[in-house]
């Protein structure tokens, strides 16, 4: 799955291609954004197993979908 988030005050949003179901990465959303956590921290991880941490109350956004199928090669045109 790919997960954008909007961070304030960045031009550039944080893209994570991540292996877990769309609804466990709401869940952890959720979970980050009521306070459950005690650091305040949304921790995602990857699917190299690399952590992004962003801090909950920079966060503007956050978007989950499908990852894009990359193509490679070229495309032959008439």
Same mark, same amino acid.
């Given at each position: 799955?790919e997960v954008k988030i909007g961070v304030q005050?960045?031009?550039?949003?944080?893209?994570?291609?991540?292996?877990?179901? !769309?609804?466990?990465?709401? @869940?952890? +959303?959720?979970? $980050?954004?009521?306070?459950?956590?005690?650091? &305040?921290?949304?921790?995602?991880?990857?699917?190299?197993?690399?952590?992004?941490?962003? !801090?909950?109350?920079?966060? @503007?956004? +956050?978007?989950? $979908?499908?990852?894009?199928?990359?193509?490679? &090669?070229?495309?032959?045109?008439?």
């Amino acid at each position: 799955m790919e997960v954008k988030i909007g961070v304030q005050h960045s031009p550039r949003e944080l893209v994570i291609d991540s292996p877990n179901t !769309p609804e466990e990465i709401a @869940a952890e +959303v959720a979970k $980050a954004m009521s306070g459950a956590t005690k650091d &305040g921290l949304l921790t995602l991880e990857d699917e190299r197993g690399r952590r992004v941490l962003v !801090p909950v109350d920079r966060i @503007a956004y +956050v978007e989950i $979908a499908q990852a894009d199928q990359r193509r490679v &090669g070229f495309i032959a045109g008439s």
